[in-house]
């Protein structure tokens, strides 16, 4: 196991009717209250109307940023800092997904710099000093953005989605209500599934493999969103299924299961590129992209593959050479993806393949892990997934 440090601060309010805690949390805070939500769903499903009467019995000054497109871009968090700046704001309530959160984060640390956010977080990668405190009530489970501290911002014009990260940028709390999760559309849904079994893949596939804890949650984790995705598929109001989903979410990506692990993250390096230039949903085009990254670099790390082959999908190994079962795994991995119906070709994204050249050139290069990713490399996966 590798060295680490781990501290997630997150207050976390899970379960049906958590908004109840809302009352309490806002207590901490001055009376400006930034409320930011995406493109309207919170109006239809009766959130936005449970979170402005609680506000009102607060007193609370309310704003409102609406509109945060999935993908955010830098437009929607600049004028987000602007808000906070003419309405002097004291804390922000991000209503939403990953986008809404995410948007937010940026908001946090960009509105307490007179520097300019996207040069001086995303691409200098420099200190957050200090940040306007926030809280988030989640809709979709999928980024785990609740309770982490990093964020995803697009510039556009640049053709960059990238993230930043940094510990003044965790939720004071985030309320998780697995019934919000029922108005879900069902493409969504599917695709919030994918992130969550691929951020448990960037971790577990990954030195070292020493038998690590982490190792063993994260199958747990994998069969679990698997099982309670089957379900909630044909039953989007089973309670049980949307709640393990939901807490799925935040476990696979809130640093538990990337203990002692190096991690990968090669795989969401390529899908920003993709969303970057196309702006598809992030979990579709992790579909598309994570089984053939891992075709690529399971020759370095049979053994691995052979037990998730073996421990997740229960192939039968005897009498099968190592390649054969790692291939026969990340194999029935694709054919779930196809399955729940998530896209697994560029193609059915309605990307060219004549794109992969760009878009290989404007992916972020990270060390990898099983195998280090040169930019041929990328496009040598980008090429498996035509
Ligand atoms: O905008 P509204 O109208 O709210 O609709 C949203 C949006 O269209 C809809 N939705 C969400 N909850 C709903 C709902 N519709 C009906 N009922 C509900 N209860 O779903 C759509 C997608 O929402 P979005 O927030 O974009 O989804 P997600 O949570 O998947 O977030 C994706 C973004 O997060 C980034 C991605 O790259 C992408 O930009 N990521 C953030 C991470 C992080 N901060 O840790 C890690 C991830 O790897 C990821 O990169
Ligand atoms: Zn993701």
Redesign the pocket.
Known sequence: MRDFNFCNPVRVHFGQNAIRHLPAELADYGPNVLLI??????K??G?YDAVIKIMGEQKKNVFELSG?????RTEKVYEGIEMVRENNIDFMLAV???????CT?AISAGSRTDKDFWETFFIGRGECQDALPFGTIL??A????EM?S?????NWEKKI?T?Y?HRRLFPKFSILDPI??????KN?MI??AV?IL??IMEAYFSYPDDGNVSDDIAEALTKNVIANLNVALKEPTNYHARANLMWASSLA?NGIINIGKEQDWMT?QI??AL?AFYDI???AG?AVVHPNYLKYVYGNAPKKFVRYAANVWQIPTAGKTEEKIALEGIGRLQQYFREIGAPTTLAEVNIPAEAIGEIAAGTNLLPGSYHPMTREDVKNVLLLCK
């Open positions: 939500y995406g493109g309207g769903s919170i239809k499903n959130i945060v497109m999935a993908n955010p939403g997904g990953g986008s809404v959160i995410d984060k809709t979709i999928a980024t785990g953005s982490n990093g964020g995803v911002i697009t989605k993230s990260g919000y999760t029922y108005t879900l559309p969504q695709y919030g992130d691929s951020h990506l969401h899908e920003h969303s949903p992030h979990g992790l």
